[in-house]
């Protein structure tokens, strides 16, 4: 066997949880570090990029990370349980082990944003793929302009991670918007879909970029409607989630017309993904 | 290309005896359960002899012509994916003991001789290099495919038959083997024209009781391949097929195509480029262990690439549609290359005889219908 082809890249590394925390009910961060010392040393990401996770005995799942990737020697992901994998993921703590390959794919353009206003819009629950670019800037306030956060959530019950988006709001220039499709009582955000707060935002936002992740109606609907509000289809940015087995480009889960998600993506640029978006069945 | 010799007949066995003395394992053609597939073989007269496959959409069936040839038979369901791309086997096993440990589960590949690939199975490999590979098209590389892609020796055989599910021609494909054979043979009445198409091709052929061949005979052997690309009854038109596919993606022909397609797989199953597969875990009772196992899927399955638990695409029709659009028209973008190669298999093996050629030209002649 040619050297060419090691590692092997279906082969996970080992990686040790050196701590977790509890985000709300059902979610977790995790902080790995990988046990090979070459490894860990070797390792590098880009905000937006993810990790296959494998936990032992039952599968493989695609994972964003969260962490700065100016420290890559600890790699931060947080988790969501909602099925088999994620479950099982749920009972390790810190000492446990768990299989890790990565990073892979195509993350936020956070270097190309540097110096602009930046527009986050989220929807749903656990958003980390945005949330790994909102870090990214916050850790780095002064390179770029103001930065608004707009989270839409069906419910106001499925507003979680309540003491990150505080935090967010504390930051300096920094607005975070709220809205719910249902009003519930206690509801503070506004009602309506994620749309309805782009009239919140200083029309100047829209010369800005934008970066969302959430379910596809939602960010194309976001996308059409910050392309009326003027701003240019190239400074769009969205997450798209596909199912992903080997993260590689050679199983084919993840085919979106012509591109892989798990090697052109998971971040496109609206313009790459808009047409196929609107057909049902891709 | 230097002058092409010729390998009587009667010497046929030479070439199988010279692979294994050379420690390949020799694959041959065998007719197994009515059908062409590969099998290891120790001598020539384990081949089968004088067979000529019927095809038709939907249809498949072997003939006895009593004719001393070896090669009249196109080709089978299996074409040399499954000799690369393995329908399953592990991807890596995992232990504990407190911690977890990785283990690698690279198998030896024996070098191993296949004979009788047709250009459109070589075609198909080379599709599938582009995926597995890493290199312009791909930044990983597979070392299960790597390792048995390096150990094959392949010993084409140009096609001097056509089924009438064939369209390699009209693909760039075939009937002749251009480029990744070792050696190449054109059969005719008394033997077997032989071209070498690498060092260990020519390596091999050193060691054969191999004579020039007349002009008559070059003659013959070119006729017999240009007849049958001029034989072949389908074609498929791809000019501007990225736009036309994608421009139509609510016409009315896939909701009739899904009348009839019954979403089985075969298609895919037998096609020699499609390379989607699936992963699962397959633990050991004891608990300490786990294999990693990787098996071939399809695009057809409701399972294959299903978010947040339900299907992607639960409509027919929008299966279908994925597996056209990606193989004759995405995969340009994506590969470079064509996923098709006109081999006509899917056309054979689908049970209900759909034909990719008739969609596209059924789209092809009134684009812009909507459904
Ligand atoms: C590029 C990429 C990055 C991702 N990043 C993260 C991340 O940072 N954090 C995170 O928690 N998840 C992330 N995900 C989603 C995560 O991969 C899936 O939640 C996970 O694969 C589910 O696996 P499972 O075996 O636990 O659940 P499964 O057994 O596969 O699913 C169980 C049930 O959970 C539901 N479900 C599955 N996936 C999701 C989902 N994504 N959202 C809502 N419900 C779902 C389904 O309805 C299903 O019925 C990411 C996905 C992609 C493609
Ligand atoms: S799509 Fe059909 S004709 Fe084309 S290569 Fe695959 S099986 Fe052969
Ligand atoms: S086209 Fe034919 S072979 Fe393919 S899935 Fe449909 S019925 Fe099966
Ligand atoms: S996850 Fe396998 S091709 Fe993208």
């Known amino acids: 066997m040619n050297a060419a082809v090691r590692p092997i890249p279906y082969l996970p590394q080992v990686a040790e949880i050196v701590a977790r925390r509890e985000e709300a009910a059902g979610i977790f961060t995790f902080r ?9 040393a070797a390792y590098r990401f880009q905000p937006g990029q993810f990790n296959m996770l494998y936990l032992f005995g039952v599968g493989e799942v695609p994972i964003s990370i969260v962490s700065d990737p100016e420290d890559p020697e600890l790699i931060d992901h947080t988790i969501r349980a909602v099925g088999r994998v994620t479950e099982g993921l749920a009972r390790l703590g810190p000492g446990d082990t768990l299989g890790l390959r990565g990073p892979f794919g195509r993350g936020w353009p956070v270097e190309q944003a540097r110096g602009r206003d930046l527009l986050m819009v989220t929807g749903g629950l656990g958003c980390a793929p945005t949330t790994s670019a909102i870090q990214y800037a916050l850790q780095r306030r002064d390179a770029y302009g103001r930065i608004a956060i707009a989270h839409g959530v069906k419910r106001p019950e499925d507003l979680i991670y309540g003491e990150r988006f505080d935090s967010w709001c504390a930051a300096p220039d920094t607005q975070v918007l709220l809205t719910a499709d249902q009003a519930g009582p206690g509801w503070r955000g506004k009602v309506g879909l994620v749309t309805v707060l782009l009239d919140e935002l200083d029309p100047a936002m829209f010369r800005g970029m934008a970066m969302m992740c959430g379910p596809e109606v939602m960010m194309r609907g976001t996308a059409e409607e910050l392309l009326k509000r003027g701003m240019r289809i190239e400074d769009i940015f969205i997450s798209m989630e596909r199912n992903m087995q080997c993260a590689l480009g050679h199983c084919g889960n993840c085919q979106f017309g012509k591109d892989f998600v798990c090697k ?12 196929l978006m609107r057909v049902r069945g891709y | 290309m230097a002058q092409a010799a010729l390998l009587d007949r009667t010497a046929f066995d030479f070439l199988i005896q010279t692979l294994i003395t050379q420690g390949y394992r020799v694959l041959g053609p065998q007719a197994r359960t009515g059908a062409i597939v590969w099998d290891e073989i120790g001598s020539a007269d384990e081949l089968p002899r004088g067979l000529r496959s019927e095809q038709q959409p939907g249809h498949y069936r072997l003939v006895e012509t009593g004719s001393a040839r070896l090669f009249d038979y196109v ?7 499954r000799l690369l791309f393995a329908p399953e086997e592990s991807l890596w096993t995992v232990d504990r003991d407190g911690e977890i440990r990785f283990n690698e589960t690279l198998p030896a590949a ?5 004979i009788g690939a047709r250009a459109c199975d070589i075609a198909g490999m080379l599709v599938q290099d582009r995926t597995f590979l890493a290199g312009p098209w791909s930044p990983f590389t597979d070392p299960y495919y790597a390792a048995r892609r390096e150990h094959l020796f392949i010993v084409a055989v140009n096609c001097t038959m056509t089924a009438p599910t064939c369209f390699c021609a009209s693909m760039d494909t075939g009937p002749r083997t251009r480029t990744g054979f070792d050696l190449a043979l054109t059969e005719l009445d008394d033997g077997f024209l032989v071209e070498t198409g690498s060092p260990a091709g020519e390596a091999i052929a050193a060691r054969l009781p191999l004579r020039p061949a007349s002009p008559a005979e070059t003659q013959a052997a070119d ?8 034989a072949q009854v389908r074609s498929l038109d791809q000019s501007g097929i990225v736009e036309l596919l994608f421009g139509n993606l609510e016409h009315p022909r896939w909701d009739d195509v899904a009348s009839r397609c019954l979403s089985c797989a075969n298609c895919v199953m037998v096609c020699p480029t499609c390379f989607c597969h699936r992963e699962h875990d397959a633990a050991a009772l004891d608990g300490q262990s786990s294999r990693r196992v990787r098996q071939w899927d399809a695009c057809f399955t409701l399972e294959h690439g299903s978010v ?3 299907p992607l695409r639960p409509q027919i029709r929008q299966r279908y549609r994925q597996w056209l659009t990606h193989k004759v028209a995405s995969w340009i973008e994506q590969f470079g290359v064509s996923g098709c190669v006109g081999c006509g298999r899917c056309i054979t093996w689908c049970p209900t005889g759909i034909d990719l050629t008739e969609e596209v030209a059924a789209i092809r002649a009134q684009p812009g219908l909507q459904a």
């Open chain 1, 264 to 275: 052109n993506g998971p971040v496109f640029p609206y313009g790459e993904v808009r047409g």
């Open chain 2, 110 to 114: 024996r070098p191993t001789a296949v």
């Open chain 1, 32 to 40: 790995l570090r990988l046990k090979d010392p070459a490894r860990r």
């Open chain 2, 75 to 81: 080709h089978g369901p299996e074409s040399l994916k």
């Open chain 2, 223 to 230: 006729a017999a391949i240009d007849a049958a690309a001029r």
């Open chain 2, 308 to 310: 947040h638990g339900g």
